[in-house]
């Protein structure tokens, strides 16, 4: 009989179950988004192949149980007609999670699901010494939970008051929650070292009496299981995607040049140091 490479099926997304010769399929959904096609396609294979449902990860991906293994060359031809591509698992880099952002949300700064597929098209499946997220969430809601991720990015607005607009309404000092913002003799005075760059200042006023500009807070170190820590964001705004990019890319080649075998992103920053991490981010940063 021949022998199972079961970590080669893992690495394309077929997870073994309890029940022997079972797998639980996998899918790769970016920024949990899904076309009808796709979800056509998948509820075919879940029918034809599977127990007929499936199963929604918390992580927004799609799960297919009970794959045959005489099937799983099948299975995967069948899902490549519906342009459904296999998820991964193992110590590597995960699919990209995301809100849907400010092309659907009123309370987006920036195009999450977007920079999700950038992030997804540069790294998904890079090997590396344990897994690793990305989470992408739109604004200071933060539905996205953005810093129980190894990297987490979250939507900002840069804001700046224009006086000739401005028919000082005080729409803005209400809805401030981090009470950023004061109206006193005639003026709107921002206290940027509260201010958390959630824009809902500029988007509850009536005349634009704000300039904006989306940019990007970044987070490192965050993970959710049997350890459960909050990254922490080191650096100040990004304000371009070339400068997040940039960042990520020395995020992850930290990770690679210094952890250890099956360690997770926030201990190997812990292990090397803080210290030495910021250096590397800022270099990125300001390169």
């Not at 880099?93 to 700064?109: F, L």
């Not at 224009?162 to 209400?174: N, S, V």
């Amino acid at each position: 009989m021949e022998k199972v490479d079961y970590e080669t099926l893992k690495r394309g997304g077929f997870m073994r179950q309890k029940q022997k010769d079972n797998f639980s399929l996998r899918l790769q959904v970016v920024g949990g988004m899904l076309t009808v096609k796709n979800l056509k396609k998948i509820a075919e294979v879940a029918e034809k192949y599977g127990e007929g449902y499936v199963h929604l990860t918390s992580r927004q991906g799609v799960e297919i149980p009970f794959i045959k293994l005489p099937d799983i060359e099948e299975v995967k031809e069948e899902l490549l007609l519906g342009e459904c591509n296999p998820g991964v698992s193992g110590p590597r880099v995960r699919t990209v999670t995301a809100c849907q952002g400010n092309v659907i949300c009123p309370s987006g700064n920036i195009d999450s699901y977007d920079i999700a597929k950038k992030l997804n098209d540069r790294y998904f499946g890079r090997e590396l010494p344990h897994k690793f997220k990305f989470g992408v969430t739109g604004c200071q809601n933060n539905c996205l939970k953005a810093e129980e991720n190894d990297v987490g990015i979250k939507g900002a607005l840069e804001v700046k008051w224009l006086e000739e607009k401005c028919i000082l309404c005080g729409a803005c000092e209400k809805v401030c929650r981090s009470h950023a913002i004061t109206i006193k003799d005639g003026k709107v005075n921002v206290d940027y070292n509260k201010c958390n760059y959630c824009g809902r200042c500029a988007k509850s006023c009536p005349t634009d009496a704000w300039d904006t500009e989306s940019a990007y807070i970044i987070s490192f170190g965050g993970t959710f299981g049997n350890s459960i820590s909050k990254g922490f964001s080191p650096l100040p705004l990004i304000t371009s995607e070339e400068q997040l990019f940039r960042v990520t890319d020395a995020a992850i080649q930290f990770f690679d040049d210094y952890a250890k075998k099956s360690e997770r992103f926030k201990f190997t920053i812990d292990r090397v140091g803080q210290e030495e991490f910021i250096k590397k981010m800022e270099e990125a940063y300001y390169s």
